[in-house]
T-cell receptor, first 117, second 111 residues
């Protein structure tokens, strides 16, 4: 079973709101990822957690704050977003960190479609 | 040269046709290669992993050419349901880089 779940499916928020996106996997994967995807563009890496520790932050603005409470959960806290942050936010997980060959295949969740007004 | 490059298409092909996509990558140390399929407003779904010279899964064949640094995806006997965007992704072990995605190739299979 290669299932990654994400909630909510859709989110509309104002620029002053605080909201959180949630991602969960029960495959025992030790690496989890947040991507942002705009229409007709490829997924753009935001953060990587490896063994529950932040290993990559791709220069993402501080209004996006990731959190990994345990090995199965990954959150993305949102605060003071801008309209240009509207996008599909995808979570992914892999068996091991991206440096472990054969374990780095990533499986994506269905995403949260975010609209910032 | 961009890390991963794909022909954006669109490729419009009739049902039953054979279609091939290419994806070039710049990091010669890359070790793992993937093809993902993404339907409109959905998440990317893993289609095939390519670790050696290539592999085949039904109507789909993926090949890797390390000398020329490209991977290809061949779809035989195209179905209407194959219409989607196909993303290639490359993982570079050296430098500890996670997956880098190409921009995707849009395929439309027409009845």
């Amino acid at each position: 079973d290669t299932e990654v779940t994400q909630t909510p499916k859709h989110l509309v928020m104002g620029m002053t709101n605080k909201k959180s996106l949630k991602c969960e996997q029960h495959m025992g994967h030790r690496a989890m990822y947040w991507y942002k995807q705009k229409a007709k563009k490829p997924p753009e890496l935001m953060f990587v957690y490896s063994y529950e520790k932040l290993s990559i932050n791709e220069s993402v603005p501080s209004r996006f704050s990731p959190e990994c409470p345990n090995s199965s959960l990954l959150n993305l806290h949102l605060h003071a977003l801008q309209p240009e942050d509207s996008a599909l936010y995808l979570c992914a997980s892999s068996q091991g960190p991206y440096i472990d060959r054969g374990q780095e295949t990533q499986y994506f969740g269905p995403g949260t479609r975010l609209l910032v007004l | 040269r961009k890390e991963v490059e794909q022909d954006p298409g669109p490729f419009n092909v009739p049902e039953g046709a054979t279609v091939a996509f290419n994806c070039t990558y710049s990091n010669s140390a890359s070790q793992s290669f993937f093809w993902y399929r993404q339907d409109c407003r959905k998440e990317p779904k893993l289609l095939m992993s390519v670790y050696s010279s290539g592999n085949e899964d039904g109507r789909f064949t993926a090949q890797l050419n390390r000398a020329s640094q490209y991977i290809s995806l061949l779809i035989r006997d195209s179905k209407l349901s194959d219409s989607a965007t196909y993303l290639c992704a490359v993982n570079g072990v050296t430098g500890n880089t996670p997956l880098v995605f190409g921009k995707g190739t849009r395929l439309s299979v027409i009845a």
